[in-house]
């Protein structure tokens, strides 16, 4: 039987999409299933039956899906020759249905307000999560909810605008409106899949499963991701955990989270050896898909991370700038900078630290960056201009 | 063995990259492969490795791949629903490493580039082509070069240009722009993979050959997809002649090219009872991605199209609108409107003619909305405004 569990209290409480916060630490539940013998169904279509087993699902409906998942692990190796890393692959979370990340956790969380009869979904987020949510609640035909901070711009409202769902720009505190979106779901059941929920989490773990599966199976020995709020690395991490404890797997990865500097609440507290972060105070750099002053997985990750030997490190504005562009010329990537931050943290790492051949590494993708196309304003992207008459000579003088 | 081939005059010439047209009849040419019993390998982990037989590819190397095809095949119930039809599929193909179908084609070309030890490839296009090549020509560590029309808005060209090509506006005739690049392509030895490059041509046959597996396997009845150059529906057209050839199938679907009305040369043409389409002056359309007023591949479009029974429509900008927030708000995908034009075509077609529940159609949904933000304000999106303190009335008022 699938439950809620807190990791900090180990208490448990029947699974419950309006509760997602341990109501005695306050810190988000993760869904913790009765043991028993799970494998994967690699026949199936879609990628969340293909893990079924591993997820909290009696079953799927196939007409709730956009086709997520199964995205490629591409090896990075022009990358790998230019730092003489290891090999290194990219798992391209952009090639999605809403080209993020955040289509696993919904496409699950959808699947589950589906069985349970739930009408009316929502979500509050700014970027990918908004998209993502609109996109499914329209293909489930159900009523969703989308609310956005005040000073969201026009064009990232209209992303998830174009789906269909209540649109609503909400004056205050963002953190307060993460809590009242919970409470008012509660009372009106509203089913709010926010960055946290256990729900959303159980999808992030099919990433990982399918990492192993692509290493032909493998543990890759080091996993970086991003981490904003901290589901996607918890769901990550739980993947691994899964498949230990079905004895596929022997070890688990190195997990390195990876913050901006200019918003780094949990690097900061890993660096301090603290336990709790605290609140990042005027948080800014380009990477705002991962801007979260006080991400609500925060302590969970840092517990996480500490027991399973890994990391958070945090990366410069122009260490992202220049990841970003080096993903894109030497790979053929075009990533927003919230994902440019892992490339930029190995790249640091790699200078530290020699890793050996047999040392996998995964860098997780997160999302597009034809969403952030405001940040390119930053790389110099040199544009030359001719007649069809000197186009000859043009390309001449210009050839490599 | 592998040859180009006009349709036209039935002549074959060596495959030679430089050469994509033919020299007495003008038209593109294709790849016909000397027979042989060939068969999918559906165990291989690329797409293009699945297809490999099928392709005049000696060998694949995957490091040149970034993981395109294998796109979802969607099942679009409530558009089903809603206006009666026969079961309905969308082959996403903005689920692509650069978020459209033309990464089928680079893929191919560039592979066939690198066998052939050549350095330097290109294209010119304005769009998703010039994206696409970039990317691939970075992965590749080829020299690309990108050509863009003068008009080309600034943003566009950066979506190719973080790619690191050498990018190039050009004055002039974009016809004569085209013309240009091949030869300074045959003369400096730069592989133009223009929009109906033989090449490029086969990538697209490997979409048809998914669709085909997808259905399980199966023919659709009808297959719907957005005419620009012409490229991609005679690919599409190509792989299920193949199938027929090998015996995997016994018909071909019926081919529906789709064009916008502001620019219409090939519907034109083929209301007219033509054989040649004459150039389409003043186009205007939203539809940026398929408004190419003197199509390259366009007699050998309405050729094939009449050969196979197909047809060739268009649709209006009112109906392209309307088809883009559909698929968005009934179907949870948000494509540009080159791609809605297939949606506003099935829905014109199915009240004029009563389609059976045995005839399925796919359409081919070509193109991200992503990459053609600006059309959104044409869609009227209601946003609201409200603060913390009155969400919850606000959302009861709004509720549904």
């Known amino acids: 039987m699938d439950r809620l569990e807190c990791l900090f209290c180990g208490k448990r409480y029947p699974l419950?999409?309006?509760?997602?916060?341990?109501?005695?630490?306050?810190?988000?539940?993760?869904?913790?299933?009765?043991?028993?013998?799970?494998?994967?169904?690699?026949d199936r279509a879609l990628s969340i039956e293909k893990y079924q087993a591993f997820l909290p699902l009696a079953k799927v409906d196939r007409g709730l899906s956009l086709g997520e998942g199964e995205t490629p692990l591409v090896p990075l190796e022009r990358i790998r020759r230019k730092y003489r890393l290891p090999p290194v692959y990219a798992k391209n979370e952009t090639v999605n249905p809403t080209q993020s990340f955040k289509d696993r956790?919904?496409?699950?969380a959808v699947q589950k307000a589906v069985a349970l009869g739930i009408k009316r979904i929502g979500t509050v987020s700014t970027g990918n999560m908004a998209v993502s949510t609109a996109a499914y609640g329209a293909k489930a035909g159900l009523s969703t909810i989308v609310l956005l901070k005040e000073d969201t711009p026009r064009d990232k409202a209209l992303a998830a605008g174009i789906y269909g769902p209540v649109l609503v720009k909400v004056r205050g505190d963002y953190g307060s409106l993460f809590s009242a979106s919970r409470e008012i779901g509660r009372k009106h059941g509203i089913y709010f899949m926010n960055s946290v929920d256990p729900l959303r989490i159980e999808g992030y773990k099919v990433t990982g499963y399918e990492i192993f599966q692509?290493?032909?199976?493998?543990?890759?020995?080091?996993?970086?991701?991003?981490?904003?709020?901290?589901?996607?690395?918890?769901?990550?991490?739980?993947?691994?955990?899964?498949?230990?404890?079905?004895?596929?797997?022997?070890?688990?990865p190195v997990f390195v989270g990876v913050q901006a500097k200019g918003c780094s609440p949990l690097a900061r507290a890993f660096a301090q050896g603290r336990d709790r972060y605290s609140r990042f105070s005027r948080p800014k750099t380009i990477a705002h898909a991962i801007s979260n002053p006080s991400p609500p997985g925060g302590n969970l990750v840092l517990k996480l991370v500490r027991e399973y030997a890994g990391m958070?490190?945090?990366?410069?504005?122009?260490?992202?700038?220049?990841?970003e562009r080096e993903l894109a010329e030497l790979e053929g990537i075009f990533a927003d900078p919230a994902s440019a931050t892992v490339l930029a943290a190995l790249i640091r790492l790699s200078k530290k630290k020699k890793l050996n051949l047999r040392e996998e590494v995964v860098l997780v993708v997160t999302g597009s960056g034809l969403k952030t196309m405001e940040?390119?304003?930053?790389?110099?992207?040199p544009l030359h201009r001719t007649s069809l008459s000197r186009l000859e000579k043009t390309l001449e003088s210009l050839s490599t």
């Open 16 to 42: 419950d999409v309006f509760r997602s916060f341990c109501p005695i630490c306050h810190e988000p539940m993760v869904v913790s299933s009765t043991p028993r013998r799970r494998a994967f169904s690699l």
């Open 105 to 108: 956790g919904t496409a699950v």
């Open 214 to 252: 692509q290493l032909r199976p493998r543990v890759p020995r080091y996993l970086f991701v991003p981490v904003s709020s901290g589901g996607h690395l918890i769901g990550l991490m739980r993947a691994f955990l899964d498949l230990k404890e079905e004895g596929l797997a022997a070890e688990m």
């Open 312 to 323: 958070i490190m945090a990366v410069t504005e122009n260490e992202i700038l220049a990841a």
């Open 375 to 381: 940040s390119l304003g930053r790389q110099d992207i």
